[in-house]
Structure formats: structure tokens, C-alpha cells
């Protein structure tokens, strides 16, 4: 599973070490120059990200210490984290794009009005959607188009990393239904209530007209 020191899905540390460090090399590496897909397995599909992943790999030495060995300063963790972004967002921007494709590739498919997430789906974007559509359009807001569905990158793990990202969305899932049936109970209580009220309303006014109908003869 992907943490801050190794943001892919799979990969090993030191795959993804190889593919940070190609591309900190930048034009100087020759001989194995990095793809758009390397990027997005590596986890490398944020700033954020690869910040994380520089703090955590090459960590943050005390303001007091001058030891290189101790870590990077503040200063440092910042400039190579700008420079290894600096690399990837290129790469990444392809892939959202849509000029590279592949089955690995994972998005999060969501309303482009509501911006919910409706479910994770592989492949291309395009492809992503359609899947999307084809099994969740009847939940959706009616009326929905499919060109009025987002796809956001989410990564790289093909199914498995799909299947696993569409499972963690089902606590949050129930917790939303919980609240329904909450709301839904107490709705149905205080119905009760009125319910109950009006019955006693309607005897009383029985009874009291009955009552003035007596005295009246």
C-alpha cells in the first residue's frame, strides 16, 4: 500500500527511488530517461506527494545541525521537492490528458455539479467514465449525461487498487445510511405524534359539540 515513503501501488522503495532520482537528474540521464506511466506508478502524481516522499526518504536535519548526513534543511526538503515536481507534473499532465493509456491506471469518477465521488474505475479516462455510467447512472441526479461526469487520476494498481479504493468507500457509505435511517425514524416518530395529536384534537371537538348539542336542547 502506498505510505509517504513509497507512494506507489506495488512497487518496491527502491524502484521508486530509481525512477526519483532519474528524474532529478533530468536531462543528464541518458541512457534511461523516464516515461509518463513510470511517474504515475511511482505515486509521483502530486505536489504534495512528492514532497512527502522527499521528507520522508531524505528527512529534515535540526536547525542547529550542519551534518548533510543528518538530512536536508527546511530549505532543502523545499528545493528538491519543487525540483522533483517540476519533473513529474509534465508527465502527469500527459496521462490526465489522455495521450497515454493504460489498464493500470486508476481515476476517480465523480458529478462535475456535486463534485461526489461516485466510484473509482481503470483505463483511460474515457473508459473510466463509461464504466462509471454504465453501472452507477441510474443512481445518479436524473437526467445526468455522461459528459457531465469528471474523472480526477487517482493512480496506478489496475483493479486491485480500484477494487480496494472502492471498498474504503463503503464505511462512508454506511455511515450516510445510518444518518438516514436516523433522520428517517425520528421523522416517522414525530408523525406518530402528530398523528396521535390530531386523533385527539378530532374526539375532542366531537365530544365538546356533542357536549353544547345537549345542553343547547
Known amino acids: 500500500m502506498a505510505t509517504q515513503r513509497n507512494p506507489s501501488f506495488g512497487l518496491t522503495d527502491s524502484h521508486v527511488d530509481d525512477i526519483a532520482d532519474r528524474l532529478l537528474r533530468g536531462k543528464y540521464e541518458k541512457h534511461r530517461p523516464v516515461e509518463s506511466l513510470e511517474v504515475v506508478r511511482a505515486g509521483f502524481i502530486s505536489h504534495s506527494t512528492a514532497r512527502d516522499y522527499v521528507t ?25 521537492s519543487n525540483k522533483l515536481w517540476e519533473r513529474c507534473s509534465g508527465h502527469v499532465q500527459r496521462v490526465k490528458g489522455g495521450t497515454v493509456d493504460a489498464p ?60 480496494i479504493a472502492n471498498m474504503a468507500m463503503l464505511g462512508t457509505l454506511n ?32 365530544h365538546l359539540a356533542g357536549g353544547d348539542g345537549a345542553t343547547a336542547g
Open 56 to 80: 520522508s526518504r531524505w528527512g529534515i536535519r535540526s536547525s542547529w545541525s550542519k551534518d548533510p548526513k543528518e538530512g536536508l534543511s527546511s530549505a532543502g526538503i523545499t528545493m528538491r
Open 104 to 163: 493500470d491506471l486508476v481515476w476517480r469518477v465523480s458529478d462535475s455539479r456535486t463534485y461526489q465521488t461516485i466510484c473509482y474505475a481503470t483505463g483511460s479516462a474515457q473508459s473510466a467514465k463509461q464504466w462509471a455510467f454504465t453501472l452507477f447512472g441510474w443512481t445518479l441526479r436524473e437526467g445526468i449525461r455522461i459528459d457531465e461526469l469528471r474523472t480526477e487520476l487517482a493512480g496506478s494498481g489496475g483493479d486491485l487498487a480500484a477494487s
Open 175 to 206: 455511515t450516510q445510511i445510518e444518518e438516514y435511517e436516523t433522520r428517517a425514524a425520528a421523522s416517522t416518530s414525530a408523525a406518530e405524534k402528530l398523528r396521535l395529536i390530531h386523533s385527539t384534537i378530532s374526539s375532542a371537538a366531537a
